[in-house]
Structure formats: structure tokens, C-alpha cells
């Protein structure tokens, strides 16, 4: 794979792993109540859809897993440095652990959120790739992320808070995240056009997913 690629791969991870750390802090935006990864995991899905337009699904696959895997080393070293015994002096540790220290059931709940997502996210491009014949770029971009994230904020918000907070509370805060998720994908839409158009020619490459085995296990 080209320097291209390698660097669309490292931004992706980059924006995933960020967003797990920012997750911690709630922030208050035009009455919404959301995650302060917003600032970043919606590049997640930009970068995706970068990844699928133009090196296919299969290349997609492999980044996603790349990132989940990183991901997991992520949480292994936080919790491994959580667990061990603090310096006598350093008073951090309460901040430590409230910030880094999710529970078992946020992180099960944002790894299964995140596969369901980006996997959906993909595979929904791609087949309107094939369905659009390369035309309209925007309708599969705003489309797979409409998609994509609606499943992302469904399965995280019900995995995680389902039991302990009211069902139209958990309705409405899946609701805001994707509405807020999807505008911020639609006002990068011209991003994605310039950095589809460079890579396509740069690359000199331009995948269709016709025989493409969508199977996300497969590596």
C-alpha cells in the first residue's frame, strides 16, 4: 500500500482512540447533551468513507480492525496502569481513574457499537457506489453515515445505559448524537470531495466492490 494509505489508516486510529480518551467529559451544545468525542470520532466516518471510495471495502475491512485492535492494546494499557500502585506523593489517582477507568459495560458497549457502525458504514457505500455507477458522491457519503451512525449511537446508548436511565431518555440521546454526527458529516462533505478527487488521481486507483466478499470477519 502507498504512503497514502498508510497515513488515511494512522488518521483514522488517530481519531478513533482520541475519541475513546475525549469520551470521558459531557458537553452541553445547543441544548444537546453529548460526548466531547464528537470533537473528532465523526472523522472516523469521514475517513472511512475516504477509505471505501476509493481503495474498496476490503481495504476499509482491514483499517477497521486495525483500529479495534488498537483500540483494545489502548484500554489493556490504561487499565494496566490503573492498577499499578501509585507513587506515595502523586495525588492523581482519583482523576486517573475517574476519567480513564470506564466501566467493563461502557467499553463492551463501544467496542460492539464501533464494529456495527463502521462495518455498516462501509458496506452501505460501497453498494451505493455500485448502485449510483460513481455518480453522486454525496448520496453515498451522508447516506452510509445516516446508516452507520444511526446503529453506532443505537447499540452504545442501549448497551450501556439500558436499565439505569429511562427508555425516552435513552431515545433522545441516541436521537441527538446521530442528528449531531450526520450534520457534521454533511458539512465536510466538501472535504470529502477534495480528498476523494486527489487520492483517485494520486492513486490512480478507483475500487468497485462487484465481487467483493462483505463478510467483516475476514481479514
Known amino acids: 500500500m502507498s504512503w497514502r494509505f498508510v497515513t488515511f489508516a494512522a488518521l483514522f486510529v488517530t481519531c478513533l482512540l482520541t475519541a475513546n480518551t475525549l469520551a470521558a467529559k459531557l458537553v452541553a451544545v445547543g441544548g444537546l447533551v453529548l460526548s466531547a ?15 471505501t471510495e476509493v481503495w474498496g471495502y476490503g481495504a476499509a475491512r482491514r483499517v477497521i480492525w486495525l483500529g479495534f485492535g488498537c483500540n483494545t ?16 506523593f502523586w495525588k492523581g489517582q482519583a482523576a486517573y481513574s475517574e476519567i480513564l477507568g470506564q466501566t467493563p459495560r461502557i467499553l463492551l458497549a463501544s467496542f460492539v457499537a464501533y464494529l456495527v457502525g463502521e462495518f455498516a458504514n462501509s458496506f452501505v457505500l460501497a453498494k451505493l457506489k455500485i448502485l449510483t455507477h460513481g455518480r453522486w458522491l454525496w448520496t453515498r457519503t451522508i447516506g452510509s453515515t445516516v446508516v452507520g451512525q444511526a446503529l453506532d449511537s443505537a447499540v452504545f446508548v442501549t448497551l450501556a445505559f439500558a436499565g439505569s436511565v429511562p427508555t425516552g431518555a435513552l431515545i433522545g440521546i441516541a436521537l441527538g448524537q446521530w442528528i ?26 478507483d475500487v468497485y466492490d462487484y465481487d467483493t466478499d462483505f463478510n467483516p470477519i475476514r481479514l
Open 180 to 205: 449531531a454526527k450526520v450534520v457534521y458529516e454533511a458539512a465536510a462533505t466538501p472535504l470529502t470531495y477534495a480528498a476523494v478527487a486527489w487520492l483517485k488521481v494520486s492513486e490512480r486507483t
Open 37 to 51: 468525542g464528537i470533537v473528532i470520532f465523526p472523522v472516523s466516518y469521514i475517513v472511512g468513507d475516504v477509505l
Open 73 to 88: 492494546l489502548m484500554v489493556a494499557a490504561i487499565w494496566v496502569g490503573g492498577e499499578l500502585p501509585a507513587a506515595p
